[in-house]
């Protein structure tokens, strides 16, 4: 949404003497924090939160999961604080950039003439961030009440797989004290006009398979060599891998999350041309549905092994195993709010299971329903891409389909089993 005619903003203000909606303005401040890995600049983004927070007027609590790494927590506190809470979740970290294939600073968020602003982490995740804090601001300023609490969490690590993050701070004590019955996290951009509503993930496995063999001269032809091992290890990955591709490609009901990736990372083996290494490594990265049989899965990855040769062995870098996924049924009343309310705003959803892993997964493995939802539609998907970019307009409306949305779930009648 633009600002309409007589300049006033989506946040009840008025336009910048630049004629810049202050949300726009504040999304593009965020968007120049350069909370980049491998160093990202946290103590940046914890103060700017903190401002977000005297804005609000919402009590902030900061919890250190680990050295120098914080979760931040705003809340709204709800009329009835005994019912569960609603959780508004985001990470505060970015992945990092090549420079070079960037037409602008990527930590810069220029806009163009057509209203793209482009800056890493425009669309994983800042802009759900600002979205939710809009929403939040809107909300304040018209004097709504909720029933139910609201937090607002920020969290750090997303993008290296959560385990400073997330993955730590489910298991601690003051998560369990926010009392959450349903979580909204990040989802996908859209290219068409339907928005894309993620209901579980698949499991990242990151393997590496050690291949011994026999060592020896380069001159010679030595039998029972690590790299005849390795040769078959790689088929019997990427043979999977093709048939999976397939299936994907010639069925109209299979979405990317539908079906297992398997894509092959590093190799590493060998100290000179003429010696024939004792050991060679592979790596690979698995995306898995929770349709697969995970057990079944790894019997199979034995089986490889076992037809590649003697003394093969395979060790996990990541093994994810929860396979919850969040219940879409129309009986359900967290789905059932928030899908007729997205129905009322005229937004056509698409479901799917998260091709990659999001903090969403450590969410529904202690049991709580989450839904992954960017509002951002009629954009391409550009997550850790080149060029990434969200326009204006679609930013903007964003903050309207937060706004209703949180207060149809922060308003959802006490369920049974609660006070």
Known sequence: MLPDKDGVDVRGGVTTETGEDPS????????????????????????????????????????????????????????????????????????????????????????????????????DMKSVTIQYIEAIRKLKAEGKKLTRTVHLMFVPDEEVGGHKGMETFVNHPEFKKLNIGFALDEGLANPGDTFTVFYGERNPWWITVHCPGSPGHGSRFVENTAA????????????????????????ECFTLGDVTTINMTMVKGGMAYNVIPAEMDVSFDLRIPPTVNLQEFEEQI???????????????????????????????PWWKTFSTTCKTMNISLEKEIFPAATDSRFIRAVGIPAIGFSPMNQTPILLHDHNEYLNEKVFLKGIQVYEKLVLALANVPALSGEN
């Not at 504040?26 to 968007?31: A, S, T």
């Not at 491998?38 to 983004?45: L, N």
């Not at 250190?64 to 705003?74: L, N």
């Not at 009835?80 to 070079?100: A, C, G, M, W």
Request: proline share 4%; with cysteine.
């Open 302 to 332: 034995k089986q490889w092994c076992k037809e590649a040769g003697e003394g093969i062995t395979y060790e996990f870098a990541q093994k994810h195993m929860n396979q919850n996924v969040t219940s879409t049924d129309d009986n359900d």
């Open 24 to 123: 726009v303005s504040l999304f593009r401040e965020y968007l120049r924090l350069r909370t980049v890995h491998p160093e990202p600049d946290y103590d940046a983004a914890l103060k700017f939160l903190d401002r977000i927070a005297d804005e609000l007027k919402l009590p902030v609590k900061k919890i250190e999961v680990c050295p120098h790494r914080v979760v931040t927590i705003m809340t709204w506190e709800g009329t009835s604080p005994t019912l569960k809470s609603i959780l508004l979740n985001s990470h505060t970290d970015v992945v990092p950039v090549y420079q070079e294939h960037w037409k602008y600073d990527a930590f810069a968020a220029v806009k163009d003439a057509e209203g793209n602003i482009y800056a890493r982490g425009t669309q």
């Open 228 to 251: 005849e091992k390795l040769r078959s290890i790689i088929n019997s990955f990427l043979d999977f891998r093709e048939k999976e591709k397939h299936r994907l490609n010639t069925s």
